[in-house]
Each structure stands twice: as C-alpha cells, then as structure tokens.
C-alpha cells in the first residue's frame, strides 16, 4: 500500500442510484417495443419503414445538432430515438419514408434543439413534429390509413380505410364500431388492436402492458394518465360513445408515454391533476366539436404551455412545523 | 417484533445500499499492534485550539491531559504512552493541516487509573458538566461540538426529551451497532446522567430496525434502569435514510417538527449519538477521558472489513493495514459514511474523535462521469426529507441565477445527499445547493451592511 498514490476527491454522497436517465429513456422504448412490434404485425411492412425512417431522422438530427452546437454527444440517452419511436407511431402505417424522416428531423430541431436540449422544451417533441407534418401533408397524414392484416405482409394492396375515430364523426356509431371489429367482436378489436389507425395506437393492451412496466419500474405515476382518462370521460360520457372514445385513437399512447413527458409536465401532483384533466377534456371536446376526429395531439400540445404556470402555483409541500415542548 | 408499530419521518428520504453485512457481525477489535505515533490535532471540535502542556522531549501517559481547551472547547488527552515529538503542523482530515502533538509510542505500558466514584449518580449537574468536558467529549456522531455546550442550554431555551441517536442510518457503518450491542447499560447510564444534568426524566432511544440485536439489547439495559425509576424508552424506526439526522429523527420519535435552520431544541428536544452517551458514561463514573473510538473500516477496496477500537490521533493508514490493507484497484478514501462523508486525498491522517467510519472504495464514484441536464422527473422533491426542490434551485445556479433560489429552499438545505443520490441526471444538487447557499448568504451579508 502506498499513502502517495492518487485518490479521487469528489464531493457526496459518494453513492449513486442505478437509475440513470438514460436507462429511463431506453425503458420508455422498450415499453413502447410491444406496440411497435404489434403494428408492423397488423399493417405490415410499410409500417416497418416508417418507424425506421422516423427513427433514424429524429436520431440523425440528434448528433447533427448536438455536434454542431457543440454540446455533449446525447444519442447514446435514448431520449432522441425515443422522439422517434413516439411520433413514427402516431403515423398511419401507409405514410411515405421521406415524410416520416421530415417528421423527425422537425420533432428534434424545433421541438428540443432549438430549446436548448434535453430538459428545456416547453413542448413534447413528438408531438411537435405530428403538428409539423399534419399542417405539411395533411392529405397523407388523415388518408393514409390501412386496414390490419392478420398476417405478416399479407395483402400488400391494402384497402384504404377510415379509422373508428373518424368513421364515428362522418357516418356514426354503427360505422365505427364494425371498423373496430375487426375479425371479432368490435371491443376485442378495440382491445388487441385489429382496426384501422396510426402504427401504434390500435392495441390498447400492449400500450396498457407498456405502460404498466414503466409504472413497476417506478418511471412513470398513474396520476397523469388516470387524470386524462377522467377528463375523457367528463367530456364525453354525454355522447353515448364512452367506451369507444376511452378505447380508440391515440389515446393510450398519449396518455401513457406522452402526457407523462417529464420535462413537459408538471412536477406536483396537484399539477399533474390538473394538466391531466386538461388533456382529457380537450381531447373529448376536440372529437365532438372540433375539427379533428382524434384530438389528444393537439390537447397535449395546448395543454404543455400551461406547465410552467402550473408549477408556479402548485409548489410541492414543505415539510410543516409541528409540536412544541409541552 | 413485526408487531411493533415502526416509527420514522414523515416526507422523503431514501434506501441505498445498506452494505452492513461486511462488518455487522465482527465484534469491536482493539487495533493490534498499539500505534507506533498518534497525530492530536490541537484542533479537534468546533472553536479555538487547545494550547500544548506539554513541549517536545516529554514523556507522557495514556489518559494524561497534554493540551488545555479554550473557553468552550475541551482538553486533549494522551492516547498512548510515549515521547511528545516536536509540535508542528501535519495534515488534518478536515483542516487540511493544523497544529498537532505528536506521541511516538515507548516501549513501557504505563497508562492512568480511572477509579469508580461511587457517589457518580449523585452528583451536581455541574460537576457532571465539568467531567464530560474535562474527559475531552465532543459529538461523536460527526459534528464534534463539544458535549458539555450541547447539554448547557442558552437562556430562555426548554427542553423535555433527550434522545439517543441510535439509527446509523449511514450504509457500511456499523461502529455504533457494535457499541450497542457491546455496552447498551453504559449507553443507557451515559443517556440518563445526561437527563440528570438537564433535569428531565424522559429518555428516548431511536434504532433502526435491522440492528434487531442492538434492539434487544438495549431495551434489556432500559428495562433494568427503569427498575430504578429512571424512564428510558427504546423505539423502533424505520429502515430509512437519513433516519440519524437530528431532525428528521426528532420527527420520527416524538413527531415533532424543527424549524428550518433551528436546532432540536427549538422543539424542546436534545439529541446525542449513542457514542456519545456511553463516552459520557465514562466521563462521569470514571472520570475517565476520551482516548478511543470504534470505527468501522469497510469498503470494497478493504480486504478484511472490521469495527476497530483505535486510539484517537491513529494514523488511517495504521487501520488500514490492520485491516489486511487496501486492494491495488482502490480509488477513494471516505471518512464516514458513504452518502454524507468526506473523500480524502491521503491515509496519512490521524482518526478523529467524530469519525465513525472509514471506507475505502473502488470503481468511479458518481461524478467523474460528468453530469446530465435536468429533465424533471421530481425524484429529488419525492427524496428531500424537507420537501426543498433541488432540481429547481440547480437549474438557477445553472443559470447563474442563485439569487432566485431561496424560494426553493436552498437556505434550509442540510445536506443529506438523498437528491443527489436519485438523480438520473447524476447531477450534483448538493453542491449546486451549496453554492445557491452561499450566494444567498453573501448577498444577505452585503445587505445587513447596507
């Protein structure tokens, strides 16, 4: 042993949790996988394409900019791929590569670059780059959808379709529900996710089990999501599609890995509550009044710019004074 | 005992590691061979230096005063016998370097008698004051502010519950477990002489509840001193870190809450390690003064981890190497524990009366791999056992706003290393606390000056 040999000094605690934030990230990815995987299933190999060019644009645009900004190499975090994955399941399954790409070099560049990064963007990315390319190719955008395929690249003429969502603004209920059906009954299609919709959306289940393994892994709360699925219900119950608005569009996907953003949303409870509910009542009343069949994209996106006042007002509680001797 | 309600703190905290099970079940050894040289920095507590009674050349025994504290401070003791060498700065674990009195060790055995009074339970409370400052006691949990200030209340101030820290909430360390368990009536004895002095008569003794042992142990010794008409609780708490701060025990014991930046006393409460108490013990039978510390040397950069009773002023490097020495691949010196310790550059420093703990560790230690940007995600705000907002407070600094972090809490900051300890971002909140701090500080000093 030698006393002379170097020691680190640093300062404590000299211990660190082994969570890191990027293992968050690259869990928030595999919780997304299921889905992921589900789409290509159903809609087959243009679904493959467009998530690996959404993907592979969002991350691009990531270690472009990072370098060109001479910031710290950050593609290793997940956080851009993440970006990616996200908005190209927000996709239809039929959209153009090249569309998908725009759409995630956008989401980076002016949804968190131009912020200044990880962790100081008002706005989801993703959602930012769905806006993006909504106002850029709304045709591809809305007409795009595909009818699900049971097998693997089956078909590859696929029927250009509505989604439940949009068969429920133009033609009713009744429409709706034999698009969500699917080969079986029209919930269970709701459920597994046999219907036509964007990549990523249509299993609720698999979005369910996502977000359930973020949940045990203590990444995410249910207080967002449960907040979100009430607001839905506020708005919507009155309209005798309840159900089906709880269980269509891309409602599980927003509320379950969108909304609960940390960096654009709020840091208490009480704020959580409120921006949750926020989403969910924009989304119900976006579907019944607004010009969108889907609405929860545009309800996040509103809903972000109240965060910093909702941390503003909901502060998280000191711990409060008690006892005196007696 | 699962049926026993546990009690704790009430917001945050955190369970890293416990790490215990490399020392926990080794009984306090006596260091072997005795130090050749101890280091006694005439600096050792909180306040001025003590000045020398002693010069270079002298021989001096075990137990023997060498140094006379200031006003408020206490003496230093002699802890082996030997040759005073010249009186010079040496490096400190703390002070960088400081005046000390070094002891080169001399073959004779000789130390000082320290006979039982046997009146001790009757006397004054002064003269017990005067023995626990004569016998040199400081907090041995870590803050070193010597004891006999502690229990000598300013004007005005009431106190009605002296508790006994006993929770060790720190991963590795198990000095204070072992002393539980190897002196529980010394500690319950040491607790109530210092009810005595502050004229109360309730005791109360907070464990964490994996140390079932001490547990035990201790509430064997209560039992018996209540038989006596003394009233001496034990009380279970939590597994939860930072359980052994002052006042997030104070909270968890009698669910009292401290003001920010005040002491226990400002609830009515006094708090003392439980080293502390069986030192005071000591003290006020024996007279006898502080000359030995247990302390727990672990780490997975220590070959055989032990609970060592060593002489105050021995040289790190001698319990180490007691300890089957430091592997070739070990990178950091802690003295304490891991989450509030203090890193230290060098083995070549004497053993404080308030460290607990040595450790020497491997690998990289959290920042040397650089740190992220915040994203948010509130594990900070969930972990502060205060509820402050580090996250929020380390954006400013960030920004170079400190000034607009007293809103988040910087101020109240106590240091405990649970936010940072969570942080995904590995960020270093602490040390972003700490600057917010001092940038309040400063700018409320420039202020008070006009």
Known sequence: MSPERPFVLAPGPHLHAAETTARIMWWVNAALAPAAVWGVFVFGFPALAVIVATVAGAAAAEWL?????????????????????????????????????????????????????LGMNLFNPALIGRAFLMATFPLPMTAGWAAPHRIFGGSAEAVTTATPLAALREQGVDAAMRLAGGPGSPWAGLLLGFRPGSIGEVSVVLLALGGATLFLRGIIKPTIPLSVFAGVALTTAFSGTLGLHLLSGGLWLGALFMATDYVTSPN??????????????LTGL?????????????????ANTLVPALNTWFRPARVALAGAPS | MASIPLRTFHHGGTHPPKSKEHTAERPIEPIQPSPLEVWLPLQQHIGPPATPLVKKGDRV??????????????PIHATITGKVKPIDKRPHPTLITTESIVIARTEDSEELEFPEDPGWRSISSEEALARIREAGIVGLGGAAYPTHRKLTLPEGVRVDILL??????????????????????????????MARILGIDRVSIGIEIDKAAAFEGLRGAAAEASRNGASVEVVPCEVRYPQGAERQLVTALTGRVVPPRALPSAVGVLVQNVATAAAVHDAVRYRKPLLDRVVTVSGDGILDPKNVLAPIGTLLAHLVSFCGGIR????RIIAGGPMMGRALPRLDLPLTKSMNGLLILRGRGPFERGFMACIQCGRCVEACPLGLEPDQASIRVEAGRPLETETFGALDCYECGCCTYVCPSERPLVQFMQLAKSALRRAGDLKARG
Do not use: H
């Open chain 1, 65 to 117: 900019s990072s370098r060109a900004l001479k910031l710290k190499p950050s593609l290793a975090d997940g956080s851009a791929v993440c970006t990616g994955l996200l908005l190209a399941l927000t996709l239809p399954p039929r959209l153009s590569m090249w569309m998908g790409a725009i759409g995630g070099i956008f989401a980076i560049l002016f949804g968190k670059m131009i912020f200044g990064g």
């Open chain 1, 268 to 281: 208490t409870r009480d704020g959580q509550i409120v921006f949750g509910l926020t989403i969910g009542m």
């Open chain 1, 286 to 302: 976006i579907r019944i009044f607004g010009g969108y069949p889907e609405g929860i994209c545009y309800a996040i996106l509103i």
């Open chain 2, 61 to 74: 025994v075990r137990g023997q005063r060498i140094a006379e504290g200031e006003a408020g401070g206490v």
């Open chain 2, 164 to 193: 006994v820290n006993g929770a060790e909430c720190e991963p590795y360390l198990t000095s204070d477990y072992r002393l539980m368990r190897s002196a529980p009536l010394e500690i319950v004895e040491g607790a109530l002489a």
């Open chain 2, 328 to 331: 070739p691949d070990a990178t």
